[in-house]
């Protein structure tokens, strides 16, 4: 089970970060996404981290804004959100894919998910 953490609200500008951890099963065998829904709208690849640390992709709306990472020893995986904007409002998800050798932006490759956490950005 994937639980999502370190949503909330913040002023347009700000930052959080996201944390996504689990218990019992190891992550460091899975590559991870991050996906964000808003209201109405569709469920919208972020970021994603290959198992190891070693490659990352991202949406072209969140580059040089958001960081992915992980702690496999702490089944951590992360997402550090800067230079927030009110059009990141969304709840975020974080998902664990089992085919690692290719990393993907659709969400129908990743086999689990979180119950998603609530990022509101104020303008």
């Known amino acids: 089970q994937l639980v999502e953490s370190g949503g909330g609200l913040v002023q347009a500008g700000g930052s959080l970060r996201l944390s996504c951890a689990t218990s019992?099963?190891?992550?460091?065998?899975?590559?991870m996404g991050w996906f964000r829904q808003a209201p109405g709208k569709e469920r919208d690849f972020v970021a994603a981290?290959?198992?190891?640390?070693?490659?990352?992709l991202y949406a072209d709306s969140v580059k040089g804004r958001f960081t992915i990472s992980r702690d496999n020893a702490k089944n951590t995986v992360y997402l550090q959100m800067n230079s927030l904007k009110p059009e990141d409002t969304a709840v975020y998800y974080c998902?664990?894919?089992?085919?690692?050798?290719?990393?993907?932006?659709?969400?129908?490759?990743?086999?689990?998910w979180g119950q998603g956490t609530q990022v509101t950005v104020s303008s």
């Open positions: 998902a664990a894919d089992r085919v690692t050798a290719t990393m993907f932006k659709s969400q129908y490759e990743y086999d689990y």
């Open positions: 981290i290959s198992w190891s640390g070693g490659r990352t």
């Open positions: 019992g099963r190891t992550l460091r065998s899975f590559n």
